[in-house]
């Protein structure tokens, strides 16, 4: 099984920074793509952005130009580092981790609130 803990999610002000964290843990093959979506109250859950184990990134538009992601292949780490935030950045943002194209993983969420 594989074991998905998100840090770094908190409160901040519009224009402000915060960097997510992803740490995984079990049974993690070498191939695997790792991201980061969110859901906001009402909404469906979106996709942010995602990395392959390869470096390869993949973004939403609406975070384009402003988060950036990241990996530590080494630590099974993901991270997102978010800037410029708007208030429409407000969502749990949860941690995923795909295998083999049919082995999916999430974390619990971290809460990430964007005041005006």
């Known amino acids: 099984q594989v074991q998905l803990v998100e840090s770094g999610g908190g409160l901040v002000q519009a224009g402000g920074s915060l960097r997510l964290s992803c740490a995984a843990s079990?049974?993690?093959?070498?191939?695997?793509?790792m991201g980061w979506y969110r859901q906001a109250p009402g909404k469906e859950r979106e996709l942010v952005a995602e990395?392959?184990?390869?470096?390869?990134?993949n973004y939403a538009d609406s975070v384009k130009g402003r988060f950036t992601i990241s990996r530590d292949n080494a630590k099974n780490t993901v991270y997102l580092q978010m800037n410029s935030l708007k208030p429409e950045d407000t969502a749990v943002y949860y941690c995923?981790?795909?295998?083999?194209?049919?082995?999916?993983?999430w974390g619990r969420g971290t809460q990430v609130t964007v005041s005006s």
């Open positions: 079990g049974i993690i093959y070498r191939i695997n793509t």
């Open positions: 995923k981790l795909s295998q083999w194209g049919t082995m999916h993983y």
């Open positions: 990395i392959t184990s390869g470096g390869s990134t």
